[in-house]
C-alpha cells in the first residue's frame, strides 16, 4: 500500500512538467524514500510499465522469496550447517535484499520490506557486469556473480530509449536477447554449484553445451528468445510517450516454466494456463508403437528446450510416462505411473520412466536436500540425471539441427485393446514436502501438497485403439492444440485485439 502511495505520487510529480529532465525530476522523487529507493520498488515502474509490473508479479521471479517451501528449506539448511550456508540461498531468491545488506542468512524476511524480495526490476535492470573470476568449486559462471552499477540508470536492449523523468535509460548487449551476451544475465542465476562442488542445477550449463548456444549455424536462442518472446505492445504507457507512443517489440516479463505459487500470489490462473502452453512446447510424443506381444515403445522429442527437460530444480522435480493398457472389454489390465493427483509417485515401479536428477551423499546414498549432495567414489559428480538431454549441435556446420528423440519402452500384456500414454510434471515431489512436514521446518496442518499441480503436456498425450488404428503406430496426439499465448494473454488483457470483448 504504502509503496502504492509512493509510486502515485511520483506520477503525479513526473506529469506536471518537471518530467523531462530527469535531475530536476528527482526532486520531487524524494516522497518516501531517497531516488534510489523509489527505483529499488517494482510498484514504482507500474505508473509507466503497467504490463511489465502486471506479468512480473505473477512470476517465479516475485515469487522466488515468498515460497514457503524455500523459506522452510533454507531454514533447515542452515540449521543443519549450523550457519555455514550464509547468504548462499537468498543471493538468488532475494539479490536486492543481500546486495543493500538487510539480510545475511534470509532467515529474517519477515523484517525485509517486499520491494526487495525476488528477482526484482531493479535487479536485472541495473546488473552492470558479470564476474569472470568465479568463486566456486568447479570454477563456472554460477551462484549469481551478477555486479550492480547502484545508479539510476535502467539498461534494456532498446537502443534508442527516450529518457523518462524517472530513471536514465542505456541499452546494454547483457539485456539484448538477440546476442548471446544476454544468457550472462540470466545463466549465472541458474546454475548452482554447492560448497561441496556439486553441480546441482546446470540450466545455463546445458544451454551451452547445446545447438542454440551456436551462432554459426543459424539455430542461436538466448534464454531471453525464448522466455521473453517479444510481441506487439507499448514498452511505456506514460502521459508524456502517449503523446508520440512508438509501439516496440514488448518482451513478455511472465517466464512461465514448471512453477506456480502455493500462496495466494496475482494472476494466478493466468499463469498455470501459461505454464500449460509452456510444457505443450517443452517435450512431444512424437510415435507411440503398440507390439502384438504387449510392447509399448514411445518416441519423446524435446527439440523445442534450450536445455535438458526438466532443467534446474530437477532434483526436487518429478516428471514421468504414464501408460495405461486396456483389454477388449475395457478393463485397465496394466498401468504404470497411472497415479492421483494427490499422489505420491510409486518408487519401487520398475517399468515407472522417470526424468529427474538423483542426489547423493558422501558416502554414496540417496539424499533429499542440496546442502548433503557431495561427490562420493560411487558417484563423482554427487548427483545422477534421468533428465530428457539437450539437442546437440550437429557435426556438420550448418546443418539443420538434428531433433532429438529418446525412446522409451514399456511391457503391458499380450494383444491389448486399447493403450493411453502421457508425460506429467510434478513441480516438486510430494516426499520432499513430507521430507519438511517431518522435520518441523513446514507446518504439520499445512495443505501445500493439495496446492502442487500435476500437469499432464499436452502434446504428449497419445491413445492407440485396436478397432480404430489398423496400423500399430500413432503419431498424432489424442489433444487439440492449445491456443497459445492468447490463451493467457487474453486472460491477463481481456481488451487485446483477439480476446472476443
Ligand atoms: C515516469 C514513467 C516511468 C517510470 C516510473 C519508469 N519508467 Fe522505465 N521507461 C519510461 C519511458 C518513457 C521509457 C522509454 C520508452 C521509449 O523510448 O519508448 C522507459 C524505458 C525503460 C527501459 C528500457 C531501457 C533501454 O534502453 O532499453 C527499462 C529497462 C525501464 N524503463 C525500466 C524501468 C523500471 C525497472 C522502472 C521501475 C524501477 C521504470 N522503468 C520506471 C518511463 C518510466
Ligand atoms: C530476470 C530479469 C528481469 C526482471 C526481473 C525484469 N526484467 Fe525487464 N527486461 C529484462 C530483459 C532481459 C529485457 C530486454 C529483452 C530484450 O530487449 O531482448 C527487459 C526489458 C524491459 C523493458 C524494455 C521494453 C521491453 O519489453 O523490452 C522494460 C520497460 C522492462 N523490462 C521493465 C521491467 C519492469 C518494470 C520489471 C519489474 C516489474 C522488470 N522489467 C523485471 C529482464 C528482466
Ligand atoms: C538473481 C538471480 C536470477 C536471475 C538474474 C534470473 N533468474 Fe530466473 N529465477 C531465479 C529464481 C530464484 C527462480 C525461482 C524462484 C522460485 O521458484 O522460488 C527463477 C525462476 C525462473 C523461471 C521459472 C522457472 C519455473 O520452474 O517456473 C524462468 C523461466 C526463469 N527464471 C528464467 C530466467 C531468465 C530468462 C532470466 C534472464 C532474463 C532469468 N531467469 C534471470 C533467479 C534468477
Ligand atoms: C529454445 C528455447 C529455449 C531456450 C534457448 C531456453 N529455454 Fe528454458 N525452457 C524452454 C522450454 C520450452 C521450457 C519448458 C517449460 C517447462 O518445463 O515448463 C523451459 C524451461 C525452463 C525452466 C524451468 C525449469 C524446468 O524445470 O524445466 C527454466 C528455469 C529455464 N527454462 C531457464 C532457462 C535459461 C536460464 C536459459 C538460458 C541459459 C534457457 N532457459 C534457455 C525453452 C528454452
Ligand atoms: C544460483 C542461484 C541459486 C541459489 C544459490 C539457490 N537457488 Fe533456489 N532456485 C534458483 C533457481 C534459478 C530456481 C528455479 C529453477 C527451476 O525452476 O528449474 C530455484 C528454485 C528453488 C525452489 C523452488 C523449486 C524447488 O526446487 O522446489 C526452492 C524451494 C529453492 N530454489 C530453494 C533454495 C534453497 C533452500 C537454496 C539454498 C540451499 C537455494 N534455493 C539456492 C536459484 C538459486
Not at 543471493?91 to 524480495?117: F, I, R, W
Not at 548487449?173 to 556439486?198: F, Y
Request: proline fraction near 8%; charge should be negative; include cysteine.
Amino acid at each position: 500500500m504504502h509503496s502504492r502511495v509512493v509510486a502515485t505520487a511520483l506520477l503525479a510529480a513526473l506529469l506536471t512538467g518537471c518530467a523531462h529532465d530527469g535531475d530536476a525530476a528527482d526532486g520531487d522523487m524524494v516522497v518516501g524514500g531517497s531516488p534510489l529507493e523509489i527505483l529499488h520498488d517494482p510498484e514504482t515502474c507500474r505508473s509507466c510499465h503497467p504490463k511489465h509490473v502486471r506479468e512480473w508479479s505473477a512470476s517465479m521471479h516475485a515469487y522466488a522469496a515468498e515460497d514457503p517451501v524455500f523459506a522452510a528449506m533454507n531454514r533447515r539448511g542452515q540449521e543443519e550447517t549450523g550457519g555455514e550456508l550464509g547468504d548462499f540461498c537468498i543471493s538468488c531468491h532475494a539479490p536486492m535484499a543481500v546486495a543493500l545488506g538487510l539480510t545475511q542468512d534470509g532467515l529474517n524476511l519477515d523484517e525485509v520490506p517486499p520491494k526487495y524480495e525476488g528477482v526484482t526490476c531493479y535487479f536485472c535492470h541495473n546488473v552492470e557486469s558479470v564476474a569472470t573470476e568465479h568463486d566456486n568449486p568447479l570454477k563456472v559462471p554460477a551462484n549469481n556473480p551478477l555486479r550492480l552499477a547502484h545508479d539510476k540508470t535502467m539498461r534494456g536492449g532498446v537502443t534508442d530509449a527516450r529518457r523518462p523523468g524517472a530513471h536514465a535509460v542505456a541499452y546494454s548487449p547483457m539485456h539484448d536477447g538477440d546476442l548471446p551476451a544476454s544468457a550472462q544475465l540470466c545463466g549465472p542465476c541458474h546454475d548452482i554449484v554447492t560448497a561441496a562442488g556439486v553441480h546441482l542445477e546446470r540450466t545455463f550449463q546445458e544451454w551451452k553445451d547445446s545447438v542454440f548456444s551456436r551462432t554459426d549455424g543459424g539455430s542461436f536462442n538466448s534464454c531471453v528468445g525464448c522466455h521473453m518472446p517479444s510481441r506487439d505492445d507499448l514498452i511505456a504507457e506514460t502521459h508524456e510517450v502517449a503523446v508520440t507512443a512508438r509501439r516496440r517489440g514488448f518482451h513478455g516479463h511472465l517466464m512461465p516454466g514448471v512453477d506456480a505459487a502455493l500462496t495466494p500470489f496475482p494472476d494466478h490462473e493466468a499463469h498455470l494456463s501459461a505454464i500449460e502452453c509452456e510444457l505443450a512446447e517443452a517435450v512431444q510424443v512424437t510415435q507411440m508403437t503398440v507390439q502384438p506381444n504387449g510392447q509399448v515403445t514411445l518416441e519423446i522429442e524435446t527439440s523445442r528446450t534450450g536445455h535438458g527437460w526438466p532443467s534446474g530444480s530437477a532434483q526436487d522435480r518429478r516428471a514421468w510416462v504414464e501408460v495405461r493398457a486396456y483389454d477388449a472389454a475395457g478393463r485397465l489390465r496394466v498401468s504404470i505411473g497411472a497415479i492421483d493427483n494427490d499422489k505420491p509417485l510409486p518408487r519401487s515401479d520398475p517399468q515407472l520412466f522417470v526424468m529427474r536428477d538423483f542426489i547423493y551423499g558422501a558416502d554414496g546414498e540417496e539424499v533429499h536436500m542440496f546442502w548433503d549432495a557431495s561427490p562420493s567414489a560411487a558417484y563423482p559428480a554427487g548427483y545422477r540425471s534421468t533428465t530428457l538431454p539437450i539437442t546437440l549441435p550437429s557435426a556438420q556446420r550448418g546443418d539443420v539441427p538434428p531433433p532429438h528423440h529418446v525412446e522409451a519402452q514399456f511391457m503391458t500384456f499380450m494383444d491389448p485393446a486399447r493403450v493411453e500414454v502421457a508425460i506429467k510434471i510434478r513441480p516438486i515431489g510430494f516426499d520432499l514436502v513430507d521430507d519438511l512436514i517431518a522435520s518441523g521446518h513446514l507446518p504439520q496442518d499445512t495443505d501445500l501438497k493439495s496446492r502442487i499441480q500435476t500437469h499432464t503436456l499436452n502434446l504428449t498425450k497419445m491413445v492407440w485403439d485396436r478397432t480404430t488404428d489398423s496400423s500399430r503406430t500413432v503419431e498424432v496426439p489424442a489433444a487439440e492444440p492449445l491456443d497459445c499465448p492468447n490463451r493467457w494473454l487474453c486472460q491477463l488483457y481481456p481488451g487485446r485485439p483477439g480476446c472476443g470483448g
